[in-house]
């Protein structure tokens, strides 16, 4: 007598969409493409994936069939599944993603990616962690545990997944819908450089998503050894989010503040490859009534960034179930706006973009997967 099989359902097929030149070319390797055609397959599946947006094989039409048909058999185009779409007034939309959990027992994870449309441009803000170690005080992710990195192919994913819901294809529009892309949403950046650093090469090629480097920022709460790095390695742009003018403050709003004080991570600004007065580094400061609003904090701030080619984003602080903080009362805000304007920063106060469908922040998941967001006008 035989012994029952196993009953086991076949693996799911690889996806190429997301995948790096690199990858592509290891993905193509395996279904027995001889080595001296993998570069022109690499180039040709490149093109159809980044610059044309293809979901299906069948679209590649300068590739033989049965090579079309092989690739079919082995691999898909598929992109994380959306579990739910919201579009604001305003035009803004919020997508929550699925991503495979590590383990079977575990439900997918769940990240969000919103698209914010401006006069002139549309950023994507885009996650590149499950969650987040730094423990920011004023911040929903960080009162989660971390789950995991992305990995380079979901960061791209995300952008994918924009460009398919915006029909915002191919990549050579002139009117394209995503212009610029942020690093902005769940998860430190500079915790997850490597995925990032791919993705950024991914998305900023021009024989595909071409999004150029400089319309690409990267925020960081201050990871101070890697910002180097950042610039040398992708020419993005740089954020930092600074939130505080003194040492004692910082350790409590962003505690990663004391491995890296706020003098050594101004240093590292100071050193950042390529900034200039072109090309500035954004620091993000964040409205907390009473906390960091006042005159004072404003004169500081300025005092800080002096000799720093730098812009300045002042976000009204977003609330959160439990947050134990406010958002600074307007004229707060308008008098700190004028002295950092007096000192020749123009300091837009970015106006919170879809508010009506981030009024549930993070309610959209599960209990125990809870993860907070914002989504704001990003100067980028
Ligand atoms: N870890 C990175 C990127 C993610 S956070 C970083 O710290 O820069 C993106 C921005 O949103 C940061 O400036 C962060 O400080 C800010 N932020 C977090 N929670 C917020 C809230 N509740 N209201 C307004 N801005 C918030």
């Known amino acids: 007598m035989t012994a029952p099989q196993p009953i086991s359902a076949p693996a799911p097929l690889k996806s190429l969409a997301g995948l790096s ?15 001296r ?12 994936i980044y610059h044309g947006g293809a979901k299906d094989f069948s679209e590649m039409r300068n590739i033989a069939k049965e090579l079309r048909e092989k690739l079919q058999q082995h691999f898909t185009l598929s992109r994380p599944e959306i579990t739910t779409q919201q579009v604001s007034v305003d035009g803004t939309r919020k997508w929550l993603v699925a991503l495979p959990a590590d383990n079977i027992a575990q439900k997918s994870h769940l990240v969000e990616c919103v698209y914010i ?30 789950v995991r ?76 050894p890697k910002i180097a790095e950042l610039g040398e390695e992708t020419g993005a742009m740089l954020a930092i989010s600074l939130h505080a003018t003194t040492n004692p403050l910082r350790d409590k709003l962003v505690p990663l503040n004391k491995k890296y004080p706020i003098e050594e991570l101004l240093e590292a600004c100071r050193n950042y490859p390529g900034a200039s007065n072109a090309k500035r580094i954004t620091f993000e400061y964040v409205m907390l009534k009473d906390v960091n609003d006042t005159p004072a904090d404003a004169r500081r701030l300025v005092s800080l960034l002096k000799n720093i080619p730098a ?14 903080y406010e958002c600074s009362d307007w004229e707060r805000i308008e008098r700190f706006s004028e002295i950092v304007f007096d000192a020749g920063y123009a300091s837009p106060v970015r106006t919170p973009r879809g508010r009506d469908i981030l009024a549930a922040c993070g309610q959209l998941k599960s209990e125990t997967e809870k993860l907070g967001f914002r989504a704001r006008q990003i100067d980028a």
């Open 117 to 146: 449309p401006e006069e002139g441009r549309g950023t994507l803000c885009v996650s590149s962690q499950v969650g987040c170690t730094l423990n920011c005080s004023f911040c929903h992710t960080g009162t989660q545990r971390l």
């Open 37 to 48: 055609a993998i570069k022109m397959r690499v180039e040709q599946v490149w093109h159809w």
């Open 311 to 324: 812009k300045i984003n002042l976000i009204p602080f977003n609330p959160w179930p439990g947050a134990v």
């Open 149 to 224: 990195n992305l990995t380079a192919q979901e960061i791209v994913a995300q952008l994918l997944i924009a460009r398919d819901a915006l029909d915002d294809w191919p990549s050579n529009d002139e009117n394209r819908r995503v212009t610029n892309i942020v690093f902005m949403g769940m998860g430190e950046p500079l915790y997850n450089l490597d995925a990032v650093k791919t993705a950024i090469e991914v998305m900023s090629d021009g024989d595909g998503l071409s999004i150029s480097r400089r319309r690409i920022t990267v925020s960081t709460a201050g990871v101070v």
């Open 21 to 35: 030149r690199g990858e592509l070319g290891e993905a193509l390797k395996t279904i027995g493409i001889e080595e």
